[in-house]
């Protein structure tokens, strides 16, 4: 298994992806649509499986975001310490204050996001597109 990132795994009803991206950004968190992201290939694929299996995990209390935009919302310059070549080498688990942010964060969206209190590891490369993910 290669490098991972933490990320929280995300179901966010489409007209509010763009708002739910400025907010966690001024906690300098970022998300990423799952369709989209660069570590994916086949993103249409992935958000499918995922958005299903999210949904089915739940046994008909998430029915309503079947349609959906799965994404990551991951941790960025603040929360980990950077090597001189600007790779990520966190020191020990991310500080329980990036978790706080986080929930609160998407605590106000309330109906608009389905997620469950628990973050998973994404494989991460570099790339010159996804910035901070550049984990060794």
Do not use: C, K
């Amino acid at each position: 298994m290669g490098p991972r990132h933490l990320v929280a795994t995300v179901l966010v009803e489409p007209s509010v992806v763009a708002d739910l991206e400025l907010r966690v950004m001024t906690d300098d968190m970022w998300l990423w649509p799952v369709r989209t992201a660069p570590v994916v290939v086949d993103g249409a694929r992935m958000e499918f499986q995922l958005r299903r299996r999210l949904v089915e995990q739940r046994r008909g209390a998430w029915d309503d975001a079947a349609g959906w935009t799965p994404a990551w919302i991951g941790f960025g310059d603040a929360w980990h310490e950077f090597g001189p070549d600007g790779n990520a080498r966190p020191s020990g688990p991310l500080p329980w204050a990036a978790h706080q942010r986080l929930w609160a964060a998407l605590g106000e969206f309330g109906p608009s996001v389905r997620y469950r209190r628990r973050l998973s590891g994404i494989p991460t490369r570099p790339t010159a597109e996804w910035p901070g993910l550049n984990l060794r």
